[in-house]
């Protein structure tokens, strides 16, 4: 056990000390592991703005004549955008290579969180929630996939189909949901542009509940950092263009694809594993992700957090120490008859997490931690910024 703790306290060291480094080279304005929470929404805006596009010139169709020289479906409409729109390639794959950045992100912002040890007790939302939100890309990122409609595509919808005729009673009903019928139509494409666009401003709301418990949630990053951000997904654009395999055909069977990793790992495992064996896989992988926090709460445990307390005796109900907490656990309430003051503070303390930035807030001594007075959190706080 103490060896566990110790590692993890290594870790977390050894993050602080990367960060570190980095801001003697880029200064902390400008550290982009101070935005890891917002280097993935900022690809999110990317995409919202690349897929606009796409969406203004792409046809939902497959249409059956297969050899017609005048053929307009799902396929040729991303060709026409690939080849003879001006700047459709750019677009194109800058919405390709966000999405793929996006998840990247996402996956610093989890390990940051992680090896800092800002997953457990009163951030147990945050978690959750960005787990949620971390298998809803990428299902999304899936669906963007299909609606090329190249041989890939048809390939992945087949064993899509295939591991949901594997789940049983279950099963016809998800395959009707997923292709918006019995068998691919045109009616397919539609359903599979619907649930891509869909999810995709369903996002915006799982980002609200994500950040419900947090005061000041860094969503954007300097706009520096933001040019840098584009031209690396630009220069990546130039570099390896997107292109599309040959035309889904229904009545073929295409037998190997391209793999993207980011995405498209689950296919991967799909194909290596009986389909019994691999929804079983899934669902170990998400219920050990989920309760990740628990078991390692229990191996690394000193003690409960101790929430902070308001002296009522000394509170003015200025609010300060409400605003400037960072996890929404000081509330501002009607003070009881009698007092000279309309409000004042109360502390919820399945929130708190002890970090005493109350205490450093309120100028009127009148919240303290237990066993730590807050003239001793503010010497501490007065130690830190001077060693700066």
Not at 3 to 8: G, L, R, V
Request: net charge neutral; glycine share 6%; hydrophobic share 50%.
């Amino acid at each position: 056990m103490s060896a566990y703790t110790e590692s993890i306290k290594g870790l977390n060291s050894a993050v602080l000390v990367f960060e570190d480094g980095l801001n003697k080279i880029m200064t902390s304005k400008y550290n982009p592991m101070y935005y890891h929470g917002a280097l993935p929404q900022f690809y999110l805006w990317v995409l919202y703005l690349s897929g606009l596009l796409l969406f203004a010139y792409y046809m939902p169709t497959i249409d059956n004549a297969y050899d017609s020289k005048n053929l307009v479906n799902a396929y040729t409409s991303v060709e026409y955008i690939t080849k003879n729109l001006p700047f459709g390639a750019i677009f194109r794959g800058m919405h390709r290579y966000a999405g793929d950045a996006m998840v990247i992100t996402i996956l610093i912002h989890a390990v940051r969180v992680w090896f800092t040890d800002r997953y457990r007790q009163y951030r147990w939302v945050q978690w959750l929630s960005g787990i949620a939100l971390l298998g809803l890309v990428l299902f999304i990122g899936q669906t963007g996939y299909y609606l090329v409609w190249d041989e890939r595509s048809l390939l992945l919808t087949r064993m899509t189909v295939s591991a949901f005729d594997a789940l049983g009673p279950l099963g016809p009903g998800l395959k009707t949901w997923f292709l918006n019928g019995d068998t691919i139509t045109n009616l397919t494409l539609s359903n599979f542009l619907f649930i891509h666009i869909g999810l995709s401003f369903f996002l915006l709301f799982g980002l609200w509940v994500h950040y419900v418990r947090m005061t000041r949630p860094i969503i954007t990053p300097p706009p520096a950092i933001n040019y840098i951000l584009v031209a690396i997904l630009l220069a990546v654009v130039f570099a390896i263009p997107i292109v599309s395999g040959p035309m889904a055909n229904i009545n073929s069977q295409p037998t190997s694809f391209d793999i993207d990793w980011w995405f498209l790992w689950p296919y991967a495992m799909m194909s290596a594993l009986p389909l019994t064996g691999y929804w079983i896989a899934m669902a170990l992988i998400t219920i050990a992700v989920c309760i990740l926090p628990a078991p390692i709460a229990l191996l690394t445990r000193t003690g409960p957090v101790e929430a902070a307390e308001v002296v009522l005796t000394k509170c003015v109900g200025c609010s300060l120490c409400a605003n400037d907490c960072p996890f929404q656990a000081i509330e501002m309430v009607p003070a009881p008859a009698g007092s000279r003051f309309k409000l004042l503070a109360t502390v919820k303390p399945y929130r708190c997490s002890g970090c005493g930035v109350c205490v450093g807030a309120c100028a009127f001594d009148a919240i303290d931690l237990p066993n730590l007075l807050d003239s001793d959190v503010n010497a501490q706080i007065k130690a830190m910024v001077e060693a700066k």
